[in-house]
T-cell receptor, first 114, second 114 residues
Framework: AQSVSQHNHHVILSEAASLELGCNYS??????LFWYVQYPGQHLQLLLKYFSGDPLVKGIKGFEAEFIKSKFSFNLRKPSVQWSDTAEYFC????????????FGSGTQLTVLP | DGGITQSPKYLFRKEGQNVTLSCEQN?????MYWYRQDPGQGLRLIYYSQIVNDFQKGDIAEGYSVSREKKESFPLTVTSAQKNPTAFYLCASSTPGRGDTEAFFGQGTRLTVV
């Protein structure tokens, strides 16, 4: 079975700091990778996704993620965070081509201090 | 507007009672999912359905039941057999027939056992 690990449970940054959230998965086959964000009081939203092609994926609000197949990683980055980025971030994976359900990581709570 | 509607937003239940959470989508998606979200544990899959009149257990199906009589609807019943039902429940849908696509989420139902 596939699994997803997010090693940072809570990250606290000041505005304008750079962000990198780690995500590793355990599945040897071809996967689809996702980052979802949950702002306080709001529903889960897709931040970005990787299906194939360029391993550097750009998403909404200035976020990007890089798929490194050899490391089974899909880390999320943003060069300069804003107070409005305060939210919980979830990495997720499913098996490519099978349209199966997503497996989520445990989430990372990001707090950005003004 | 297309989307996923979960109701109610907040639900209180006495111990020993069954309760049903509603999930309706107008996205014409074939697949629907129920996840449970607990602090520090991410989202865990309860049940999923790839097509009408068919559904499969996820990772934590014990104490839950579902039905899929219509494409648009995928209600979740939390039974008295569920030992720790207090949680945030999220419904999602996707279009597996179109290959690799992301899941869309509802706003969730917070269930509290009193």
């Amino acid at each position: 079975a596939q699994s997803v690990s997010q090693h940072n449970h809570h990250v606290i940054l000041s505005e304008a700091a750079s962000l990198e959230l780690g995500c590793n998965y355990s599945y040897g086959g071809t996967v689809n990778l996702f980052w979802y964000v949950q702002y306080p009081g709001q529903h889960l939203q897709l931040l970005l996704k990787y299906f194939s092609g360029d391993p550097l994926v750009k998403g909404i609000k200035g976020f990007e993620a890089e798929f490194i197949k050899s490391k089974f990683s899909f880390n999320l980055r943003k060069p300069s965070v804003q107070w409005s980025d305060t939210a919980e971030y979830f990495c997720a994976v499913n098996r490519a081509g099978s349209a199966r359900q997503l497996t989520f990581g445990s989430g990372t709570q990001l707090t950005v201090l003004p | 507007d297309g989307g996923i509607t979960q109701s109610p937003k907040y639900l209180f239940r006495k111990e020993g009672q069954n309760v049903t959470l509603s999930c309706e989508q107008n996205l014409n998606h074939d697949a629907m999912y129920w996840y449970r979200q607990d602090p520090g544990q991410g989202l865990r899959l309860i049940y999923y359905s790839q097509i009408v009149n068919d559904f499969q257990k996820g990772d934590i199906a014990e104490g839950y039941s579902v039905s899929r009589e219509k494409k648009e609807s995928f209600p979740l019943t939390v039974t008295s057999a569920q030992k720790n039902p207090t949680a945030f429940y999220l419904c999602a849908s996707s279009t597996p027939g179109r290959g690799d696509t992301e899941a869309f989420f509802g706003q969730g139902t917070r269930l509290t056992v009193v």
